[in-house]
């Protein structure tokens, strides 16, 4: 027999998604990801695996890409948080997205989000030099580093063959 | 048609709901807004076969937040068969069915809940492993999904005899899982007598009507809502399990009810392609034209429902000999139900079939290619009928061209580059041509722009951005002034996304409202139904063609097999709009590759479960494992199609790929695997 007074834990949380500052009361179990979209109506991060195995959830957490779903909403407090929802500025699209329409960077769409903000991400990670597995001279845009570097994002509609260079014109 | 208007069909158009895409906008099925929803959470068997004693919810109902624990003692008696009559029984008939589920007001509370369910069974020996002796086989009557079940023409045992040249071997594919990016999700609302879903599903028509006779409702009483599906490849065709469970949990709770089919449920509850056990021989004469040719399929099939993948059938058609034979046998095992997967029955048998036909070409030291051309039909050979079109060798001319195969040395294993060894391959395509009745409506609105809507889903096919083309030129408008409206059941009864045929059904009946709406007297609104004419269409073959070839790389010390260069060619009629027929094309062929060298799932024969049942377990292509991919078509014209003159593209991608990769692999390697995945343990394995 179990205790009980199994309730949840609940926990005051603020964080900033997108520009927009909020405070709410979270239980401890809730993850970045289900926060987002199960509380937040931000139902652009996407749940492909919820085990940080498809990238299909990927958003940037203080700038740097992660995977929304192996993020615990609690441990994020004070965290400034962008989603897909928060990629264009004043109506216009980020340069990425209008890439992934422009060159058909999807099909069912359920890993663009993902694909978006890891890209954003990555994109930030060479621009700051960081080294990849395939770097041998200094990191640079080149479709082998975007194909080892993005490798966590899945898309079973296949469309790598388009994503890759859709970030690679928009990255450069 | 206005002589401004420039045609919209064959212009390469951004997807229509491209920015709602990029921009989080599009909603799926478990995004659609809802006040105070309840979540549901799935309990699993842990055995593969038996019966459940007990189950007891004491603990998982003390969560708080709970509301219900639903299971076969308690859940609304259904009027289903097979996977969707769901917690009706005590029976367990495979390891991860359904036994109960919890619904709470948070998806937290739902899911630690479900840990919380104890069931204890009579657990009985399980039988789980696929043979080809299994005293169990069994002919099935038909094959998926009215096939004959076998075929025979000629005197087989007479053609193999007087062969010069016989293959006589035996291909091995695995369970292979569709894994569509978006887990299986269903919002049911049961509110006034009436069931509102949000669903994923190919096919929002079918899946109300369905779903209400499982409920006995009245099918104007339930409306299933789908604008975007992420992804199905066969597996969201028909309503699954937790659909049901949905519904019975929002009836129960009177709380809309949302339930998501986790990734690793998905390996028991959304279907797969099964295993494949396939004997081909082939008989030709010294000039390589073939004399037998049989193909005979043994696969699995679950004990709650049967589903008989048609794996042999396109040996039917493909080339011509006049001694023949196709049989297809199935195994009832504990294992969850096998369903569609992209091209099934063409994908695993032209894997097999074109991996003997290359295995032809090196016994007769004929070219592959020209050995194909040499067996190229007239006519279809089992049933004399004409092809509507049939230009396999053109593709395969066109390709040869494209990717440089005039040089190839035929010669396996001599091409070496430090460790690594490399070699080409080459694989012919093909997938039916279907067309099913479907209604649509076509409307002029008050600001002079059209509406169309049709009950038609768009998985990721661009059919929205298709069928906007076609009704535009119907009426002789830019695409532009066109509104397409689908993924509603409320909408003009459509069938589901599947076969290839989702462009050439939904748009015959697009084109037809279209049409009445240009030439009638002025009525806003026309609504049509196609039956009379796709019944009363006369019987040809029809099929769609095409020729992937590839470039391998194998190393020698890891057994790494890398993949350079794939291209596709193929000749599918018109080509509505080739940015999205060049995705799903190289979308497809992506996929093969996966087969080819990547996916596969394991099943645990002690316990009878997919041992990898996640996506680190099974392994999806992904960026690294791609280079140069490219699909390229050839100008069909064919006037028995549609009236678009259309072929479906949506899995002809995947046929012969896995087979053209096998081939490079023994041009790279000399050593032929009959068995996928060619995984590095079996490149060293040799």
């Known amino acids: 027999m179990r205790d009980e007074s199994q309730a949840p834990v609940l926990r005051e949380l603020a964080l900033r998604v997108n520009g927009v500052e909020h405070a709410l009361t979270v239980d401890t179990r809730v993850s970045l990801l289900d926060l987002l979209r199960e509380h937040l109506d931000l139902t652009g991060a996407k749940k492909g695996c919820d085990h940080g195995q498809c990238g299909a959830c990927t958003v940037l957490i203080d700038g740097r890409r992660a995977n929304a779903c192996l993020a615990l909403a609690v441990a994020h407090y004070g965290a400034e948080i962008v989603t897909v929802e928060g990629l264009a500025e004043n109506g216009e699209l980020h340069p990425l997205q209008r890439a992934f329409i422009e060159l058909d960077a999807f099909q069912c769409g359920y890993c663009t989000p993902g694909q978006l903000c890891s890209a954003i991400g990555m994109l930030r990670e060479l621009e700051a030099g960081h080294p990849s597995a395939v770097t041998t001279d200094g990191a640079r845009l080149s479709p082998q580093e975007i194909r080892e570097r993005m490798s966590g994002n899945l898309c079973r509609c296949g469309a790598y063959a388009n994503l890759v260079p859709a970030i690679l014109g928009s990255g450069s | ?686």
């Open chain 2, 1 to 686: 048609m206005s002589v401004l208007a420039e045609r919209a069909v064959g212009r390469p158009l951004d997807r229509v709901e491209g920015e709602a895409k990029a921009t989080g906008e599009a909603l799926y099925a478990f995004e659609h807004p809802l006040d105070r929803p309840a979540y549901g959470a799935l309990v699993q068997s842990t055995i593969a076969s038996g019966e459940i004693r007990a189950l007891d919810a004491s603990d998982a109902l003390r969560v708080q937040g709970v509301l219900a624990m639903v299971s076969h003692g308690n859940a609304p008696r259904l009027q289903a068969e097979g996977e969707l009559a769901v917690l009706q029984s005590p029976r367990v008939c495979y390891r991860g069915q359904i036994v109960a589920a919890v619904v709470a007001d948070t998806l937290e509370a739902a899911r630690e809940a479900a840990q919380l369910v104890r069931v204890e069974y009579a657990e009985e020996s399980p039988d789980v492993v696929l043979r080809d002796d299994h005293p169990k086989l069994y002919r099935p009557e038909k094959v998926n999904p009215a096939f004959e079940t076998d075929t025979a023409q000629g005197d087989l045992d007479a053609g193999l005899s007087a062969a010069e040249h016989v293959v006589d071997a035996v291909y091995e594919t695995p369970a292979f899982h569709n894994n569509a990016m978006e887990p299986h999700a269903t919002i049911a609302v049961w509110a006034d007598g009436r069931l509102t879903l949000y669903d994923s599903t190919q096919g929002a028509s079918s899946a109300g009507r369905t779903i209400a006779g499982v409920f006995g409702l009245d099918p104007e009483h339930v409306r299933v809502v789908s604008p975007h599906v992420g992804g199905g490849f066969g597996s969201k065709g028909t309503p699954r399990q937790h659909a049901v469970v949905a519904v019975i949990a929002a009836m129960t709770t009177g709380r809309a009810v949302k339930l998501a089919v986790t990734r690793q449920q998905m390996f028991a509850l959304t279907g797969y392609r099964t295993p494949t056990i396939q004997r081909v021989r082939l008989g030709a004469d010294g000039d390589g034209r073939l004399l037998a040719i049989a193909h005979d399929v043994v696969e699995q099939t679950s004990t709650v429902q049967e589903f008989a993948e048609q794996t042999a059938v396109v040996t039917r058609m493909m080339y011509a000999a006049p001694n023949r034979r196709t049989t297809h046998r199935l195994v009832p095992l504990n294992v969850p139900t096998p369903s569609w997967m992209r091209a099934p029955g063409e994908c695993p048998g032209m894997f097999a079939l074109e991996s003997a036909i290359d295995e032809l070409s090196v016994a007769c030291g004929i070219d592959p290619i020209e050995l194909r051309a040499r067996n190229d039909p007239e006519v279809d050979p089992e049933n004399g009928r004409r092809f509507s079109s049939r230009n396999l060798v053109e593709c395969l001319r066109t390709g040869a061209e494209r990717f440089g195969w005039a040089d190839r040395d035929p010669a396996p294993a001599t091409r070496r580059d430090g460790r690594w060894l490399c070699g080409t391959g080459v694989a012919a395509s093909t997938y039916p041509v279907y067309r099913r009745p479907c209604r649509a409506l076509a409307r002029r609105e008050a600001d002079g722009s059209y509406l169309v809507r049709v009950a038609a889903a768009d998985i990721g096919t661009g059919a929205r951005t298709a069928l906007t083309q076609i009704a535009a030129d119907t009426l002789g408008v830019p695409p532009g002034d066109v509104r397409v409206e689908l993924g509603d059941s409320a909408f003009p009864a459509a069938p589901v996304a599947g076969g290839s045929a989702g462009t050439a059904s939904w748009g015959t009946a697009v084109v037809k409202a279209c049409r009445l709406l240009r030439d009638g007297d002025g009525e806003t609104e026309e609504s049509v139904d196609t039956r009379a004419e796709i019944e009363a269409a006369e019987q040809l073959s029809r099929h769609a063609f095409g020729a992937q070839f590839v470039e391998v790389r194998v190393d020698l010390e890891t057994g790494e097999i890398r993949v350079p260069r794939v291209l596709g060619v193929f000749a599918a009629g018109t080509i509505v709009n080739p940015k999205t027929a060049r995705s799903q094309l190289i979308g497809g062929m992506t996929m093969g590759l996966g087969m080819a060298l990547l996916e596969e799932s394991i099943l645990d024969r002690r316990f009878g479960d997919y041992l990898n049942r996640d996506l680190a377990g099974y392994h999806l292509p992904t960026y690294a494992d791609l280079d140069e991919i490219d699909a390229i078509w050839v100008e069909e014209d064919d006037p028995d199609l549609n009236p678009i003159g259309s072929k479906g593209i949506g899995e002809i991608g995947i046929v012969g790929t896995a087979a053209a990769v096998a081939n490079a692999v023994y041009h790279a390697t000399g050593r032929r695997h009959r068995r996928l995945p060619i995984t590095p343990a079996a490149v060293l394995a040799g």
